[in-house]
């Protein structure tokens, strides 16, 4: 008789009308069985989401799992949030993006050690009738700058501050990094002018954490050296391509340029990186690789580097 995972991957497949009689019904029974009782309800919080392809990649994931997983697009406005926690309490957990990162922890029972680490959830797990809250996008920024031979060291600068930016910063600090956060003019002058609590007292933190005093400064006016620079913003997304969150110029002393968007591919910002000599990486490996932390929390199960690096692969052709 075949292995519990095999028989259900056949079975997906139909290969069982060509098996003896007696494998195939065992085969359909287990996997109904597996459909009926042991499917797993998940999905993404954000809003806007049409550019997910969040629901194929944790399709892609869930092979390698026993039980498969029904994965929605939950595109919930800041403004409904509260109206459909209801909704999202009926789920086994879900990934949460842009702008939900920060919102959502008022609504959760408890956060992990991985969001208290970093002020901000990417991920929510039902857990003995609680909620509660993970970051697994820290896990997926180290494996993708291992993968891409990039250092997290020295001088960083983030450009955005929403949660992932929150959490760039907070991992480089507890790295020893120095940290430059980039934003809009408008919010340094409202830094300066004291109308920024929220900015002042994440400055004092990354400070506290790393050892070095850390920047504010407008995002058209970087004229430092950096080691590494972290677009945290979804500026240059699909479909808004033809746009970058620094200028041309300020590139040319950086050393790495890490973009976190990943549709499209490349863009804007990575091609004009290559163009001034920086070595490059996008968005794609992070999200692979937080995607499977998320699901090894939800399943109690670990992915092999070999797993994941086949589904990325196959994340990456969808964008070629």
Not at 137 to 151: H, L, N, Q, S, W
Not at 235 to 252: I, R, T
């Amino acid at each position: 008789m075949l292995y519990f995972r095999e028989i259900c991957n056949r079975a997906d497949k139909g290969f069982f009308f060509k098996e003896k009689r007696c494998e195939k019904d065992c085969a359909y029974v287990i996997f109904k069985q597996r459909r009926r009782f042991a499917m797993k309800k998940a999905g993404l919080l954000g809003y806007p989401l049409g550019h997910s392809l969040s629901p194929q990649l944790h399709q892609k994931l869930c092979r390698y799992m026993d039980e498969p997983i029904e994965y929605s697009i939950l595109e919930i406005s800041t403004e409904n949030l509260e109206n459909s926690w209801p909704q999202l309490k009926k789920l086994d957990g879900f990934n949460v993006t842009i702008p939900h990162k920060l919102r959502i922890k008022a609504y959760l029972d408890s956060l992990d050690v991985s969001a208290q680490k970093h002020g901000s959830v990417n991920v929510v797990a039902k857990q003995n009738g609680k909620y509660i809250g993970y970051n697994t996008d820290c896990i997926g920024f180290v494996r993708c700058m291992e993968g891409a031979g990039i250092e997290i060291s020295g001088k960083v600068c983030v450009v955005g501050l929403g949660g992932v930016g929150r959490m760039f910063a907070t991992e480089c600090a507890y790295h020893g990094c120095s940290i430059t956060f980039a934003v809009r003019k408008k919010h340094v002058e409202e830094w300066k002018a004291g109308q920024k609590a929220d900015l002042a007292a994440l400055q004092q933190e990354i400070s506290r954490i790393s050892g070095h005093s850390a920047k504010i400064v407008a995002s058209d006016e970087l004229e430092e050296d950096f080691d590494l620079l972290i677009n945290a913003s979804p500026v240059g997304m699909y479909p808004n391509v033809e746009v970058m969150p620094v200028k041309k110029q300020s590139l040319k002393s950086v050393k790495a340029v890490f973009d976190c968007i990943y549709n499209p591919r490349e863009t804007l910002l990575m091609k004009e990186a290559k163009a001034a000599g920086c070595q490059v990486c996008g968005g794609m490996p992070m999200l692979v690789w937080q995607a499977a932390a998320a699901q090894e929390i939800w399943y109690g199960k670990t992915f092999t580097k070999e797993q994941v690096a086949q589904v990325l692969a196959e994340m990456e052709e969808i964008l070629a």
